[in-house]
């Protein structure tokens, strides 16, 4: 992933808490980092299938910004600017994750089936938004991101990712 431009584990650009646009004052940056995100996903893309769909933030390609993009595993492409995660509901559970950043290894993690989101449009309008299940699943890896929270420091103490040789569910659909 790293000769595709992704940022790698041990870089200390994924630990930085992205700084908020301003919008619309900043809309041309904003869309320039999105711009870089979806060149980035098509890159990935090629090199990968992602059955369970796939999301990159903006300090994965080194931007320090609060921008990220995920495609549901549906094909519904979407993009998130100043998000942050104002209410989680509904069950947790634990499934696996894995992040472009550290490609070969895999973790599970417990999340919300549900969560809220406030995050900004282009045009500087705030909206909430509700996700569930496996996209809820997706933003939240992506916003953890933006704050400098890796998948890894949400598993259980004593926990350790396994090399994705061991996981079983590469192609899988998340399991609700």
Known sequence: ???LGIVQDNDPALR???HRFDLPAEAEDARRVVTALNSA???VGQAH???KGMGIAAPQIGIDRPAA???TPDGEALTLF???IIESSGDTDEQYEGCLSFFDVRGQVPRSH???VEHTTIDGTTKITVFERGVARLVAHELDHLHGTLYT???HDGTAPIPVEQYRGTGTTWKY
């Open 69 to 71: 993009i995920v495609r």
């Open 16 to 18: 930085r808490v992205a």
């Open 153 to 155: 420091d949400r598993m």
């Open 1 to 3: 992933m790293a000769s």
């Open 49 to 51: 299938t992602f059955g």
């Open 82 to 84: 100043n998000p942050t």
């Open 41 to 43: 996903c098509e890159r």
């Open 114 to 116: 549900i969560i809220h």
